[in-house]
């Protein structure tokens, strides 16, 4: 266990959250938003989730850098994150900005930091928190801060220790017994021989609770914890990226430790991980817990009615604010915000972002005409992920039988799940 913090040293951490990049693996909900403002768990974003790691580890001095499809991931963050008006705590929006000395967009992680390093330099913060958006874990930074400063760092690294197979797909680190990282290598794919050499010790696998006997490697998790010079000299390039460019050469030239977190962690970068992450909340114990009171996960606050349930059969499910329930059956599944379900509905293994109001409204030649955004009688759906503001009529059947990966006019199907895009209307009867 790292030794406990000096007083104030929390204080001297700045957090930056990556907004994320086009997110076209996580298509369609990444149509009209960027990856860390995709709905989840019913109630909150992506993005939620760093921010209230950071506020529940008492960082509360953050930037969000944002840039593709960025205006509701804005506005969230806007709306949701208000501090004391007398304190100096804020969670701000950096938008990418074409500049006197850079007209370009952010090219990369590191590019994005760059481009925005004046603003993180005006006040004398000595660390600086760099984080992904769209990732779903619970950590607690100032014991990582805590390791941090115990070893000397230059810049410490979170990694997960992950079996062979799914560590052929991640950035990998290889450190010595003390966990000073001395190698890097980026996504081994299916060399075997390099992967035996970056297998972790022992002693390692010791000290997190896992047995000699089952093989780990250290995945990075694309977090950074930079002291503030070693980030200004590791900019001073035009390098796009932390992980491809950066830091395999801090690597070779600072001290580089690995802080190793052993805890439920998911990378949200595809529908079927998306998918995955939101189901496995349904479970009767989840490998997430929303419900911690001590660590809550905030989100904007919405001043909805309760759920109202008639005579529905509801098996481990989570429901939101402002739904309306009758006669319906419901499993293993997500009912978002405003989601209106009629009688003789099934809905088993899926997603219902929900909506954001309870009636569609358009005009006509001037005159309002309004349509309620709802789950119509009779209407079955299994393993589909229905975005917001869907309506679906009565008698729909919705269900990706055999299909893998197909695209109509109705849905994308991606991994074998169905996908209806956000405000999509589905007449009676359909077949999806």
């Known amino acids: ?102 007209d370009k967009w952010y090219q990369g992680t590191a590019d994005a930091v760059r481009q925005n390093l004046s603003y993180f330099l005006e006040r004398p913060y000595k660390y600086f928190l760099i984080l992904s958006g769209d990732q779903l874990y619970r950590m607690d930074f100032r014991l990582m801060l805590s390791q941090h400063l115990e070893t000397g760092a230059d810049l410490t ?64 998790m694309g977090i950074y914890l930079f002291n503030r010079k070693v980030l200004e000299d590791a900019l001073a390039n035009d390098f796009a990226d932390f992980g491809k460019n950066i830091i395999p050469g801090i690597i070779k030239e600072k001290s580089v430790y690995s802080y190793i977190f052993d805890d439920y962690w998911e990378d949200i970068g595809t529908i079927a991980s998306y998918y995955e992450a939101n189901l496995e909340c349904t479970k009767i114990v989840p490998k997430f817990n929303f419900f911690d009171s001590k660590n809550p996960i905030y989100t904007r606050a919405r001043l909805l009615p309760a759920s109202k349930i008639n005579n529905a059969v509801i098996e481990e499910a989570l429901l939101s604010d402002g739904c309306i329930i009758s006669s319906a059956t419901i499993r293993r599944s997500i009912i978002g915000v405003r989601s209106v379900i009629e009688s003789g509905c099934e809905i088993t293994d899926s997603i219902i972002i929900g909506s954001d109001y309870y009636n569609k409204v358009w005009f006509v030649d001037g005159q309002e005409t309004s349509k309620p955004i709802l789950i119509g009688a009779g209407t079955k759906i299994h393993r589909a992920i229905i975005d917001k503001n869907v309506s679906i009529g009565k008698n729909v059947d919705i269900h990706p039988r055999d299909r893998v990966n197909e695209d109509n006019e109705w849905c994308h199907i991606r991994d074998g799940i169905v996908v209806v ?8 009867g359909t077949v999806v």
Do not use: W
């Open 157 to 220: 690294i979170a990694t997960t220790p992950v079996p062979r197979e799914p560590a052929r797909a991640f950035g990998l680190m290889h450190t010595d017994a003390e966990s000073r990282i001395t190698r890097f290598v980026e996504k081994p794919g299916k060399d075997d021989q390099l992967l035996d050499q970056l297998a972790m010790p022992d002693s390692l696998l010791r000290s997190v609770g896992i047995p000699e006997s089952e093989e780990r490697f250290q995945a990075s």
């Open 421 to 428: 895009p956000k405000g999509t209307v589905i007449p009676d």
């Open 1 to 102: 266990m790292p030794a406990p913090l000096p007083e104030k040293s929390i204080d001297s951490v700045l957090a930056i959250i990556m907004g994320g990049g086009q997110g076209s693996r996580l298509f369609p909900l990444t149509h009209n938003r960027s990856k860390p403002a995709v709905p989840l768990a019913a109630k909150c974003r992506i993005v939620d989730i760093p921010i209230s790691n950071c506020i529940n580890s008492g960082i509360q001095k953050m930037y969000v850098l944002t840039q593709y499809n960025s205006e509701s991931l804005n506005r969230h963050v806007t709306s949701a994150y208000r501090f004391d008006h007398f304190g100096d705590n804020f969670v701000h929006i950096l938008a990418a900005q074409q500049t006197p000395g850079d």
